[in-house]
């Protein structure tokens, strides 16, 4: 009986200290922030500009699972307290990204202990500027003004500006309920831009809409949009 | 005690007689559950069946056989060509794009299949059991699979590492066995001169199908020197989509010689040269014809195919796509329906293109006394590739409409396909919806308005899950090798040429005005492929080589305005399956319409994703688990 207990006692011990020594905590730190152009936010399609996130140590090369950024540039990760190293893959995103010497993406180092805030500065082709959209009428009207961020090599020229509405907050080329194509060769003048669509039947009715206006880079697959509107009629 | 005594010596003396044997006899034993490598390569039958094993695990996109986590239909069923009707593959028409790893091969298992083939050819050339014959066609069989191989490595990855030896394990540094990835030209390189290197050593024999035949070899070097050429030129139009050291993306200056390589090698097939192969052309029917070069195995247009066979290998093709009202298999049918957004594509038989007329320029419907009107004066492949509404499997036809369609043009209809129901008026039951659907969400029923006919067998008890079909799946095929050369010729400035290949193949469909040079046009090129090799696995490697995929799957949802324009151009976008379903007209009061038929564009509910192809799309990735093994390895573009 004595030995029971003691048998008992040590598997006790060993359950115990088994549940503290061989686990990790599990991550809780929240690494979040935007890609930002100076202080201007880029706004992208969501889901559609993925980063990387590598922590090394480990034994595997390789990031961790594929991420992306969300619609109005931010993201957010909870990771466990350590240090990582962030990229945009080449050719993803309607910006340039750091660039080594060799052509590879540029690492941000995060030194992460506890919540904390890193914005990513990257430089646009070109910026969406006095994005302005309003009703009247059952048709939505945008106008906007684009500006060239990069005219050296690197310049890429435009393929074209769509405005697209939807009834929900997702407004890209994939999720809209309708949209109004400007191909490259009708701008005339790339401070004065404007574009209209009719405002389908929505079913069930509601009152507003959501627009954006984006913006196609020739050469690249992601397109750069103006900040979110909701639009009420 | 005397009985313990004679057991004892009993035993004694058999141990003792046993322990007489020499110890070389005791120690080999020849083992009984497995033939060792010597016994393998010493008679043909047994070096055979090595070789079976690696035929029967050649890669493909497309296949009409199952397996658990790909049945052969659904490997057909994307791209908007057609709809899925099976609830547990919605997600192929919900899905917004794909990810990065689709269409890979996994990667040990592509290097354990290159592993076992240079074995086989190590063992095959050290044997010194086997006729000089054997040996010889046995040796050229296993480089064909493996630049097979290699052509499906390099269609999904680009270049990839080039092992033509087994590695052995060193027992220290594991670096002298991780290799970098070849050039993607490399490797188009070694598939043609491989072919080039083989074809004298194997038969010239359209008879031979199933095996490796001389043309099958000259066939891939024209399909990859074809597949190269385009990359080499259509790759200039998405720089993004290239790697500096030439792993992906091959140098456009070298499009011209690739060009010629594949025309030659096409050319070599058409003159007879490999073998008497022709277009399968035994009269009658023009789309019975088209439709039966898939089923006839003695055909003289298939050059090499994967076989099936009653008490061997077969696959449930037929089981999961046959029309479910003339199902031998109740429960398993019509999961694969092809697409408005396709069959707006067959040409009418004067060369011009025109939209299924479904109303006229006042918006209003048109009446059509039979189904199948609104299809005549089209291209014979439609009706052969496709089970249109009416259209006959076994003699019978196919019960396909969506409903009535009332005076006040509201529809009348149920969504259980084949039930019966009183019109508004009427009080005796009567069917309101075909048998075979379409009713949207109805699983295994048509969806789109069609049912596929290629491949589908009309042997009886080929529907049967137990028994199955034994329809080859073809891989290479002389329309293609016709296509093929059209399409080099053109590129290399012969339109004329393109335009004699091209039409032998129209011609056999029905389509008997003759295009001359000036007709022929990179459209035409993309065209006839999507028409002549749908569903035969070529869709997707031939929008990556044109790159033409993002544009094509461009990620923006498909109106019914974009499937009935730009037919026939290149690049026109199709992201979402589109039907075409047939209504009764139900108004007693007006004799002229009541009873006729009228169509409507309808896009299935399910199908509420869209394709994206990203760039990053073009090549597939290579696992993290890959680089991590092989450090050397460098990463795809865009991911």
């Not at chain 2, 026109?572 to 319409?593: C, E, F, I, M, R």
């Amino acid at each position: 009986m004595k030995h029971s207990l003691y048998i008992l006692g040590a598997l006790v011990f060993a359950a115990a200290a088994g549940c503290k020594k061989d686990n990790y905590t599990a991550p809780s730190s929240m690494l979040t922030g935007h890609l930002l152009y100076k202080t201007d936010t880029i706004q992208v399609e969501r889901s559609q500009v993925p980063y990387q996130i590598y922590q090394y140590g480990f034994g595997k090369v390789g990031p961790l699972p594929q991420t992306a950024f969300a619609q109005d540039g931010s993201y957010s990760a909870v990771l466990s307290d350590g240090t990582y190293k962030i990229i945009v893959p080449n050719g993803q995103g309607p910006f340039m990204w750091k660039q080594t010497a060799a052509g590879n993406p540029d690492t941000v180092t995060v030194a992460l202990k506890g919540n904390q805030t890193v914005d990513f500065q990257v430089t646009p082709y070109y910026m969406i500027r006095n994005a302005s959209i309003t009703i009247s009428g059952g048709t939505v009207s945008a106008t906007c003004k684009l500006e060239k961020i990069i005219t050296d090599a690197n310049a890429k020229d435009v393929e074209r500006v769509s405005l697209y509405i939807n009834k929900d907050q997702f407004v890209s080329g994939g999720d809209n309920i309708a949209k109004k194509d400007l191909a490259a060769a009708d701008i005339t003048d790339m401070n004065n831009i404007s574009l209209s669509v009719a405002v389908p039947s929505i079913t069930p009715a509601q009152n507003y809409v959501y627009a954006r206006i984006g913006l196609k880079i020739a050469g690249l697959e992601d397109m750069i949009f103006s900040p979110l509107q909701k639009i009420s009629f | 005690m005397r009985k313990l005594l004679s057991i004892a010596t009993i035993v004694a003396v058999v141990l003792g007689l046993s322990g007489c044997k020499k110890d070389s006899d005791f120690l080999n034993v020849q083992p009984t559950t497995f033939l060792t490598t010597d016994q393998v390569f010493s008679d043909p039958n047994l070096a055979l069946t090595v070789l079976a094993d690696l035929y029967n695990r050649q890669e493909d996109i497309t296949g009409l056989d199952n397996t658990s986590a790909d049945p052969g239909w659904r490997t057909f069923a994307d791209f908007s060509e057609s709809f899925p009707s099976e609830n547990g593959s919605s997600y192929i028409v919900q899905r917004t794009g794909w990810p990065y790893n689709q269409w890979a091969i996994d990667w040990p298992t592509a290097y354990t299949y290159i592993r076992e083939v240079n074995l086989f050819l190590e063992r095959d050339s050290a044997s010194t059991q086997l006729a000089d014959a054997d040996k010889k066609r046995f040796y050229a069989e296993g480089r064909f699979l493996r630049a097979m191989y290699y052509f499906e490595l390099v269609k999904r990855y680009g270049g990839v590492p080039l092992i033509t030896h087994s590695l052995t394990l060193p027992s220290k540094d594991i670096t002298t066995i991780q290799f970098p990835r070849a050039k993607e030209s490399d490797i188009y390189d070694f598939v043609i001169s491989e072919a080039e290197a083989i074809k004298a050593d194997l038969p010239a024999d359209p008879a031979t199908k199933s095996r490796a035949s001389r043309a099958a070899a000259v066939a891939m070097e024209c399909r990859a020197a074809l597949y190269a050429g385009s990359i080499a030129k259509y790759g200039a139009t998405t720089p993004a989509v290239s790697l500096p050291g030439g792993e992906v993306g091959i140098a456009a200056s070298k499009s011209t010689d690739y060009y010629t390589k594949a025309l030659n090698a096409a050319k070599e097939i058409i003159a007879g040269t490999d073998g008497t192969y022709g277009l399968y052309n035994n009269g009658g029917n023009l789309s019975d014809n088209y439709a039966n070069l898939f089923l006839d195995k003695a055909s003289i247009e298939s050059i090499y195919y994967e076989d099936f066979k009653t008490g061997g290998k077969t696959h449930s093709f037929t089981t999961n796509d046959q029309p479910y009202s003339l199902s031998d298999e109740g429960g398993d049918a019509g999961r694969l329906d092809p697409s408005l957004n396709l069959v707006e594509q067959y040409e009418m038989l004067d060369n011009t293109f025109a939209p299924i007329a479904t109303v006229d320029g006042t918006n209003k419907p048109i009446y059509y006394t039979n189904l199948q009107d609104v299809f005549t004066g089209r291209d014979a492949r439609l009706a052969g590739t496709i089970l249109l509404p009416d259209g006959l499997y076994k003699g019978k036809k196919v019960d396909i409409w969506a409903g009535y369609v009332l005076s006040d043009g509201s529809i009348f209809t149920s969504d259980e396909a084949g039930h019966t129901k009183a019109l508004p008026g009427t009080t005796t039951p009567v069917q309101v919806v075909g048998i075979d659907g379409p009713v949207n969400g109805l699983e295994l029923r048509t969806q789109s308005g069609f049912y596929i006919r290629k491949y589908i067998d009309p042997a009886v008890g080929s529907g049967r899950r137990g028994q199955g079909s034994t329809v080859a799946f073809i891989r290479y095929r002389y329309a293609e090798v016709l296509l093929n050369a059209a399409e080099a010729s053109f590129e290399l400035g012969h339109p004329d040429d393109a335009a004699t290949y091209m039409n032998q193949v129209r011609a056999r469909a029905g389509l008997t005005t003759p295009l001359v040079a000036a007709d022929i046009t990179f459209d035409r090129i993309v065209h006839e492929r999507r028409i002549e090799l749908a569903f035969e696995g070529h869709i997707l490697f031939d929008m990556k080589r044109w790159r033409l995929a993002h544009k094509v799957w461009d990620g923006t949802p498909t109106s019914v305005t974009d499937i009935k324009t730009n037919l026939g151009v290149a690049g026109t976008h199709s992201t979402q399956p589109w039907g075409l379903w047939p209504y009764k007209v139900y108004n007693p009061a007006d004799p002229a319409t009541n009873g006729k038929w009228i169509f409507k564009e309808t896009k299935p509910a399910l199908a509420t994703g869209y394709n994206k192809f990203l760039f990053g799309n073009y090549y597939s990735q290579i696992s993290n688990d890959a680089i991590a093994a092989n450090p050397k390895l460098i990463r795809q573009p865009n991911q």
